[in-house]
T-cell receptor
Framework: DAGVIQSPRHEVTEMGQEVTLRCKPI?????LFWYRQTMMRGLELLIY????????DSGMPEDRFSAKMPNASFSTLKIQPSEPRDSAVYFC???????????????FGSGTRLTVV | GDSVTQMEGPVTLSEEAFLTINCTYT??????LFWYVQYPGEGLQLLLK?????DKGSNKGFEATYRKETTSFHLEKGSVQVSDSAVYFC?????????????FGAGTRLAVHP
């Protein structure tokens, strides 16, 4: 398997523009997670899906952020309008359902580095 | 609540030095414990794990033992290399009705100099 695939790797956009980040999870993984990483706040869980359904979006910072998972192989994180403080690395991760003794953690993508100027 | 505390970095070592990165946790129930590594410009990668008390996880010369009595999972390596320079995250995994939640520590940056 090619792992979790994110695109683009880097995105530079102007303040006020819409930004869409994309993720393809590992086939067969029924959990998908979106994280944001910054120097100031570290790694933050934004939202996660189970079987394409959003389960917990309490980490989404504002209404400007939205996430969708239209099918098992694709998810998007959209920021509209973008602001400079949204600059961060955004990671997607996926995981299969496993019993406790068989849980191998999450598999992360390489991330999208977003810069809003 | 459930949480993970790691030693603050950066940790700076010379090549071939001994490494310890401390990790302690607070959790209800019986968590699994993980160490992840993040190399510059990359995502987090699973380094090792342990699922129950006294288990030792090991990989690439790194090891950590699940100590329930001290609620700790310290990462060790006998002789570090420059290529080990990265950020290391301790995490605990809690099962909740089929959903395995990972709670991460803040990360510890390791810099190894020749």
């Amino acid at each position: 398997d090619a792992g979790v695939i994110q695109s683009p790797r880097h995105e530079v956009t102007e303040m006020g523009q819409e930004v869409t980040l994309r993720c393809k999870p590992i086939s067969g993984h029924d959990y998908l997670f979106w994280y944001r990483q910054t120097m100031m706040r570290g790694l933050e869980l934004l939202i996660y899906f189970n079987n394409n359904v959003p389960i917990d979006d309490s980490g989404m910072p504002e209404d400007r952020f939205s996430a969708k998972m239209p099918n098992a192989s694709f998810s998007t994180l959209k920021i509209q309008p973008s602001e400079p403080r949204d600059s961060a690395v955004y990671f997607c991760a996926s995981s299969p359902t496993r019993g406790r003794g068989h849980f191998d953690g999450y598999t992360f993508g390489s991330g999208t580095r977003l810069t809003v100027v | 609540g459930d949480s993970v505390t790691q030693m603050e970095g950066p940790v700076t070592l010379s090549e071939e030095a001994f490494l310890t990165i401390n990790c302690t946790y607070t959790a209800t129930g019986y968590p699994s414990l993980f160490w992840y590594v993040q190399y510059p410009g990359e995502g987090l990668q699973l380094l090792l794990k342990a699922t129950k008390a006294d288990d030792k996880g090991s990989n690439k010369g790194f090891e950590a033992t699940y100590r329930k009595e001290t609620t700790s999972f310290h990462l060790e390596k006998g002789s570090v290399q420059v290529s080990d320079s990265a950020v290391y995250f301790c995490a605990l995994g809690l099962g909740r009705g089929g959903y395995n939640k990972l709670i991460f520590g803040a990360g510890t940056r390791l810099a190894v100099h020749p």
